[in-house]
């Protein structure tokens, strides 16, 4: 079992950053690769980042590749997303999200979700 908290959201003006910070409570969070995905007001949620296990293998939507950097500290049981450049269309609510599975852009490989953190970018 693993718990996901996450962190670090709020509002912030467009080209700014934020850095989300996710923790996970249990001793198996290194077994897991992470994944943050996001959801805006009458979208279906959608992929961001995600992290192998080991921190070695990263992955991004293309709407954020250049802009967000995912990475993780296996050591504190945290992932993070740092996120530079920010846009109005980033606006969201974030979730992070553990995986055992293989393909990482898609919800339903990740088998523990987070309650989720609102980001919300002002023009």
């Known amino acids: 079992q693993v718990q996901l908290v996450e962190s670090g959201g709020g509002l912030v003006q467009a080209g700014g950053s934020l850095r989300l910070s996710c923790a996970a409570s249990?001793?198996?969070?290194?077994?897991?690769?992470m994944g943050w995905f996001r959801q805006a007001p009458g979208k279906e949620r959608e992929f961001v980042a995600a992290?192998?296990?080991?921190?070695?293998?990263?992955h991004y939507a293309n709407s954020v590749k250049g802009r967000f950097t995912i990475s993780r500290d296996n050591a504190k049981n945290t992932v993070y997303v740092q996120m530079n450049s920010l846009k109005p269309e980033d606006t969201a609510v974030y979730y992070c999200?553990?995986?055992?599975?293989?393909?990482?852009?898609?919800?339903?490989?990740?088998?523990?979700w987070g309650q989720g953190t609102q980001v919300t970018v002002s023009s």
């Open positions: 992290i192998s296990w080991s921190g070695g293998n990263t």
């Open positions: 999200a553990a995986s055992s599975g293989s393909r990482w852009y898609y919800d339903y490989e990740y088998d523990y």
């Open positions: 249990g001793r198996t969070f290194s077994r897991y690769a």
